[in-house]
């Protein structure tokens, strides 16, 4: 079945630094990774995807690059701010199901 | 259009005790999803539906855990009798199913507390 692990655990940057997370997969079928953030006590919302045909996908000031002769993919976000520190959680199906399996969760905090 | 609903948002119980967590999913959406929450963990799939039908509950502790969902809309999770390892969060989401890949659509959650 489908693995999948998240690193770092945790991640403390300041404001303006990058931050990345990485997730790596063992399903080589898997053909669609999201990303979700969640804040504390929140639901985990969606915050950008990507698909197995593309390598990288860009929405201003996050990032997904997909490796997947490597079968890692990982979440980019520049120019971080207060408001990015949450939960990170990669996710990855099942190949032929709808049936995700997620990351273990990064906690990112972004010092002003 | 409107998100995906779960109700209650809090619930506390004691040992032994049932509980049951209601979801309604966005408008059309086919796929309906239980996840189990536990505090610093990532969300774990206990059951999926299609429609009214199940399409894996391979994680979900049916000793004591049930779930429906008779008219393909709604879905309720029971838990009967509750342990305090219950204690999490329960995740509802959605997903319209129909491509090759299923964004899914969070609720709010149900914090359960189990003393």
């Known amino acids: 079945g489908e693995n999948v692990e998240q690193h770092p655990s945790t991640l403390s940057v300041q404001e303006g630094d990058s931050a990345v997370i990485k997730c790596t997969y063992s399903?080589?079928?898997?053909?669609?990774f999201p990303w979700y953030k969640q804040e504390l006590g929140k639901r985990p919302q969606l915050i950008i995807d990507?698909?197995?045909?593309?390598g990288e996908k860009k929405d201003q000031r996050i990032a997904v690059t997909l490796n997947k002769t490597a079968k890692h993919f990982s979440l980019h976000i520049t120019e971080t701010q207060p408001e990015d520190s949450a939960v990170y959680f990669c996710?990855?199906?099942?190949?032929?199901?709808?049936?995700?399996?997620f990351g273990t969760g990064t906690r990112l905090k972004v010092l002003a | 259009e409107a998100g995906v609903a779960q109700s209650p948002r809090y619930k506390i119980i004691e040992k032994r005790q049932s509980v049951a967590f209601w979801c309604n999913p966005i408008?059309?959406?086919?796929?309906l999803y239980w996840y189990q929450q536990i505090l610093g963990q990532g969300p774990k799939l206990l059951i999926q539906?299609?429609?009214?039908?199940?399409?894996?509950d391979s994680q979900l502790p049916k000793d004591r855990f049930s779930a429906e969902r008779l008219k393909g809309v709604d879905s309720t999770l029971k838990i009967q009798p509750a342990k305090l390892e219950d204690s999490a969060v329960y995740l509802c989401?959605?997903?319209?199913?129909?491509?090759?890949?299923?964004?899914?659509?969070f609720g709010p959650g149900t914090r359960l507390t189990v003393l």
């Open positions: 989401a959605s997903g319209d199913g129909t491509r090759s890949y299923n964004e899914q659509f």
């Open positions: 399903d080589s079928a898997s053909n669609y």
């Open positions: 990507i698909r197995s045909n593309v």
């Open positions: 996710a990855a199906p099942l190949s032929g199901t709808y049936k995700y399996i």
């Open positions: 408008s059309g959406h086919a796929t």
């Open positions: 539906f299609q429609n009214n039908g199940v399409v894996d």
